[in-house]
């Protein structure tokens, strides 16, 4: 339940996936997912969004879908196509190197078109990127509304540190760019550190702990070491790192003055505060580390965030608040919903809110690249450049306006042009962290005393903890190639896997052996079964049951999976010949249909049992055996 009294209900499916999201308030029922469809392997196959109302409320036509289609031999996304009523929203298709780089991605969805190219480096770091995005005036014809270009170029250091960055783009008619992308960085560091001290003309100086505390346009300022500033939070008193924290800013580049930025930490290595030569931002934190709290003091703008399903902001009265309510698909936020509350009370009448409902529609990163209205019809086409800058912004209409949640689905900070990610926030335009990476003391393995130790060294975070030299690098963005990878809360990096919320810990748990069992033998299917879960329950490995005359044995491995839900599936099988030790793969066996001998349940089911999933286990007689593995 909501603090507005709307309740969401979510639905699942007998393997323990969503598969509908409604809600209900002052006796009114919303739609905000319709079907959530996911294929064999527990992948989303498709979407269908609640957003096809019109303008009395009631439903009409379809809402927008969202199909995703599947590389069928790695199971990395290949296609994103978003649809409302056969008009194309999205149509993104995506090529990749053996290694899972994306190489270049076309989105091509009526008078829409974007191509955005990638190159890399022999350590997979990214070196280049390009795009352009035309939109037409006319489903028919080559008059352009618009064109976007640009061009990124990225050089590093053999331990990772970005050396230079170059940016340029054009664009014609009516296109709006978020950040200005002509510029050209050079990267110059502390010495023996990962501190940038310059980057392009702006000058940087942090605190004891590695967090910036000045960004400033043409040299560092003098120390200020006559006074101190002290903080006092919750019994703990601490004190401000760095030099004069609390000098403030003046001037600006363009009346002769200097720009600079300051910025205060606490004692957790939370940002408190900044303030530069237009805006003073000050934050704060609850006890789970989560920001709670955005002030600007010129416009006495307020943000509260009560969690990430609900908050409240102000543009200064303090008399009427905006409330936002984001409904979420497992870590995805899918819709956000707005409305009005005057003097502590929400606004009675559902019209407001009935008019401020969007829906998102991403990429593989999860980047907000499309938004839609309630009624399904384009609000908002974004672009991004690699680290997040917003390439281009194209708004359906003007009247109504931009949400925050952009790159990754992170908040943009319009003050600061910086994305908060929960642990750290992100500067898109230099492609770094503004403080250091508080999982670097997970990165060191610890002593091989026991197994535990040795299992969690074997699998390090930041897939290969300090082993992985890009992560001594503690200020670096998604190991320098963001468009592979994302960092979803600013602690690890992780592999998108390019598929729709895979980035699933898989962990095996037992595999085991089962010899064939002859086609008039199904009744020994389930005895086979629970065999062999009680093998796996054991941790009795690779037992062999010998059931028929064929000495053909099949390997079923039972992978157990935690998904971002809290559920826990088991699906996972291969096949191999124990003559040779070669594998069999499962769409070879296709062939010989005919020949199954037995279906094999595998266990599917969320926080206990739920489900029971038939897999196929086929028999091949020797002669066909032979030639199939020849072959």
């Known amino acids: 339940m909501y603090p507005d009294g709307e309740v969401v209900t979510y639905d699942y499916d007998r393997g323990g996936q969503i598969?509908?999201?409604?809600?209900?308030?002052?006796?009114?029922?919303?739609?905000?997912?319709?079907?959530?469809?996911?294929d064999e392997w527990g992948q989303r196959s498709y979407i269908e969004y609640g957003n096809n109302k019109n303008q009395s409320g009631t439903a009409s036509g379809e809402g927008v879908k969202t199909y995703y289609t599947y590389d069928e031999n790695r199971r990395w996304l290949k296609e994103i196509k978003t649809l409302k009523e056969g008009r194309e929203y999205q149509k993104i298709e995506y090529t990749f190197d053996k290694v899972g780089n994306v190489e270049k991605y076309e989105n091509k969805a009526g008078r829409y078109e974007t191509n955005q190219k990638y190159e890399y480096d022999e350590l997979y770091q990214l070196t280049g990127a390009t795009g352009d995005s035309i939109q037409r005036l006319y489903d028919s014809g080559s008059i352009e509304g618009y064109r976007a270009d640009y061009k990124q170029t990225f050089e590093y250091d053999i331990i990772g540190n970005m050396t230079k960055k170059t940016s340029r783009e054009s664009k014609t008619q009516q296109v709006k760019n978020g950040m200005s992308l002509n510029y050209e960085f050079d990267y110059q560091y502390y010495g023996n550190s990962h501190k940038a001290e310059r980057i392009g003309d702006m000058y940087y100086r942090y605190d004891g702990n590695g967090n910036v505390v000045e960004e400033r346009y043409g040299g560092h300022s003098s120390p200020d070491t006559g006074s101190v500033a002290y903080n006092y939070d919750d019994g703990l008193y601490s004190a401000d790192y760095g030099f004069a924290l609390t000098r403030p800013g003046s001037g600006s580049k363009e009346n002769g003055g200097v720009y600079e930025r300051r910025y205060t930490w606490d004692y957790r290595n939370q940002l408190l505060k900044t303030k530069d030569n237009q805006w003073t931002v000050n934050y704060r934190y609850g006890y789970d580390g989560q920001r709670t709290v955005k002030y600007t003091e010129e416009t006495r703008n307020e943000t509260l965030y009560f969690n990430s399903m609900w908050q409240t902001s102000t543009s200064g009265s303090g008399h009427e608040w905006l409330q936002s309510k984001h409904i979420f698909v497992g870590e995805s936020r899918i819709a956000t919903k707005s409305n009005k509350e005057i003097d502590g009370k929400t606004e009675s009448s559902l019209s407001f809110e009935n008019e401020?409902?969007?829906?998102?529609?991403?990429?593989?990163?999860?980047?907000?690249?499309?938004?839609?209205?309630?009624s399904g019809e384009l609000h908002e086409r974004i672009e991004y450049t690699p680290y997040g800058e917003i390439w281009v912004e194209h708004k359906y209409n003007l009247a109504q306006g931009s949400l925050p949640y952009r790159f990754t689905g992170k908040e943009l900070d319009e003050e600061t042009g910086y994305y908060y990610y929960g642990a750290r926030y992100l500067d898109p335009r230099t492609s770094r962290w503004i403080s250091t990476d508080?999982?670097?003391?997970?990165?060191?393995?610890?002593?091989?005393?026991?197994?535990?130790?040795?299992?969690?060294?074997?699998?390090?975070?930041?897939?290969?903890?300090?082993?992985?030299?890009?992560?001594?690098?503690?200020?670096?963005?998604?190991?320098?190639?963001?468009?592979?990878?994302?960092?979803?809360?600013?602690?690890?990096?992780?592999?998108?896997?390019?598929?729709?919320?895979?980035?699933?810990?898989?962990?095996?748990?037992?595999?085991?052996?089962?010899?064939?069992?002859?086609?008039?033998?199904?009744?020994?299917?389930?005895?086979?079964?629970?065999?062999?879960?009680?093998?796996?329950?054991?941790?009795?490995?690779?037992?062999?049951?010998?059931?028929?005359?064929?000495?053909?044995?099949?390997?079923?491995?039972?992978?157990?999976?935690?998904?971002?839900?809290?559920?826990?599936?088991?699906?996972?099988?291969?096949?191999?010949?124990?003559?040779?030790?070669?594998?069999?793969?499962?769409?070879?066996?296709?062939?010989?249909?005919?020949?199954?001998?037995?279906?094999?349940?595998?266990?599917?089911?969320?926080?206990?049992?739920?489900?029971?999933?038939?897999?196929?286990?086929?028999?091949?007689?020797?002669?066909?055996?032979?030639?199939?593995?020849?072959?």
Do not use: C
């Open 438 to 631: 508080p999982a670097m003391g997970e990165y060191v393995p610890s002593a091989p005393v026991d197994d535990e130790a040795k299992k969690r060294n074997g699998n390090l975070p930041g897939m290969g903890g300090v082993f992985n030299t890009v992560n001594l690098h503690v200020y670096h963005y998604a190991g320098n190639n963001p468009v592979k990878y994302v960092d979803p809360d600013g602690m690890k990096y992780r592999w998108v896997h390019t598929t729709h919320e895979v980035n699933k810990e898989r962990k095996r748990i037992s595999e085991y052996r089962v010899v064939e069992v002859s086609k008039d033998s199904n009744s020994d299917s389930d005895k086979v079964y629970d065999e062999a879960k009680e093998n796996a329950k054991n941790d009795k490995v690779n037992e062999k049951k010998k059931i028929h005359k064929y000495d053909l044995y099949k390997e079923i491995i039972i992978e157990d999976e935690e998904k971002p839900d809290g559920s826990r599936i088991v699906h996972e099988w291969s096949v191999f010949d124990t003559e040779d030790s070669k594998e069999i793969s499962s769409k070879k066996y296709d062939k010989y249909r005919e020949n199954i001998v037995v279906r094999i349940k595998i266990f599917t089911g969320i926080r206990g049992f739920s489900k029971q999933k038939d897999v196929e286990v086929f028999s091949i007689p020797e002669d066909r055996r032979k030639s199939l593995t020849n072959d």
């Open 19 to 38: 598969k509908k999201v409604t809600g209900r308030r002052m006796g009114m029922d919303f739609e905000y997912v319709k079907e959530i469809g996911y």
């Open 356 to 374: 401020h409902q969007y829906w998102y529609h991403s990429d593989h990163l999860g980047s907000a690249q499309l938004t839609t209205t309630r």
